[in-house]
């Protein structure tokens, strides 16, 4: 079983209350728009980090992260992007892949809003843990704690971090 942490939309903001989060889990994965390698180095200081650059980020993250991360964890295919849209409205760049890839699970950030949702045309789930930085019109900052375990999603919890400003 592989506890993860899910998060995006840092601007270049760690909020030092993610460090109890992140010591629970096996893994952090960041969906884009990261915003400094400062935050990638203290997620690293503390767990594996698994990212995707998104449309903020500076050649610096583009030159560690991509834009695309398709992988598998456990058994469960997980394809990470920054711009993805929602079931039934996807980018045409992640349809693409997505058609391509059948991936078990969808990650992508960019909107800043939280949404948990199952594509049945697509049979996949969907994930955008919303924002966890500052930057943007949210309200709370939030993120996903979730399990995999075989091809198994399971014990999905939305983490409010505060208020944004």
Not at 60 to 88: L, Q, W
Not at 93 to 116: N, R, Y
Request: charged share 25%; aromatic share 8%; glycine share 8%.
């Amino acid at each position: 079983m592989q506890k993860i942490l899910l998060i995006s939309d840092t601007h270049g903001y760690f909020d030092e209350k993610l460090v109890k989060y992140i010591n629970t889990v096996d893994e952090v994965w960041h969906a884009g728009d990261i915003g400094t390698m400062d935050v990638c180095q203290k997620i690293e200081q503390l767990k594996p980090l698994r990212a995707v650059y998104g449309n903020i980020d500076g050649q610096d993250i583009r030159k560690i992260y991509p834009k695309d991360a398709i992988f598998n964890c456990e058994e469960v295919k997980v394809f990470i992007t920054h711009i993805g849209g929602y079931p039934n409205r996807y980018s045409a760049d992640a349809k693409k892949l997505i058609l391509q890839e059948k991936p078990a699970l969808f990650i992508c950030g960019h909107s800043h809003i939280l949404k948990i949702m199952f594509d049945k045309q697509l049979n996949l789930l969907h994930l955008n843990p919303g924002a966890a930085g500052m930057q943007g019109f949210h309200q709370v900052k939030t993120a996903l704690r979730f399990a995999i375990e075989g091809k198994e999603i399971k014990n999905m919890e939305i983490i409010e971090l505060g208020k944004r400003a």
